[in-house]
């Protein structure tokens, strides 16, 4: 309750001052994430906690997105969230809608055994199919099916229209959306890079030349 009021005297104090006649009104409390804020604010106020909340901001985002796509994918299509970033994944790569599935893990962020359970999921579905890979012995490609194809075209089309992000993005200019949209590209785009250069430290010499032999 301190921090509510805390988030209404602030709001208050930058408004316009009591005796110019103008009527103040008061906003209601702050959201979770604007209380998570206050509270790591005032427990915390001694440090640069800038990173450290931005880090916060991101991941609820991710998760309020994730969750309400999760829900649709479940009701529309049968499979979840994730297993339809891995049908986008190889939509966006162009035809034939083939990847392998190293190249699928490392875009979406997950462990092989994580690719492996999605694939097996959406090929019980008729999503995407297994094809030998020619230049690994023993390998195979994973490729998006004509039915998968059809789906991943109206999921894409959902996203475009109804994205869960709409409803927050409509409050903002297009100048803001704009610059709010170059700003999250440039810090995942140096995030990616270092997680890709210690990725590649820690990758052991023998993997490494199997790895680019297949390449």
């Avoid at 297994?130 to 994973?142: E, I, K, Q, T, Y």
């Avoid at 709409?166 to 409050?171: G, H, I």
């Amino acid at each position: 309750m301190e921090d509510h009021q805390h988030a209404r005297d602030l709001a208050a104090s930058e408004g316009p001052s009591a005796g110019s006649g103008a009527t103040v009104e008061h906003p209601p409390g702050p959201g979770l994430s604007e209380l998570i804020t206050l509270q790591w604010q005032r427990e915390r106020g001694d440090l640069d906690l800038q990173n450290f909340l931005l880090a916060i901001y991101f991941m609820r985002l991710g998760t309020l997105v994730d969750r309400a796509y999760d829900r649709h994918c479940q009701k529309e299509y049968g499979i979840n969230g994730g297993d339809m970033r891995l049908m986008l994944a190889l939509r966006r790569s162009g035809p034939p809608y083939v990847k392998r599935p190293t190249d699928l893990f490392r875009a979406l962020l997950v462990t092989s055994g994580a690719i492996t359970k999605k694939v097996d999921r959406l090929v019980e579905a008729g999503y995407v199919e297994r094809m030998a890979d020619p230049s690994h012995n023993g390998g195979f490609l994973v490729h998006l099916t004509r039915k998968g194809l059809q789906v991943v075209e109206r999921a894409i089309e959902h996203l475009a229209n109804h994205s869960a992000l709409a409803p927050a993005m409509a409050r903002l200019s297009a100048e803001e959306r704009k610059r709010g949209s170059a700003f999250a590209l440039r810090i995942l785009s140096a995030l990616e890079s270092e997680d890709a250069a210690a990725e590649e430290e820690e990758e052991p010499p023998a993997r490494k030349a199997a790895t680019g032999r297949r390449r």
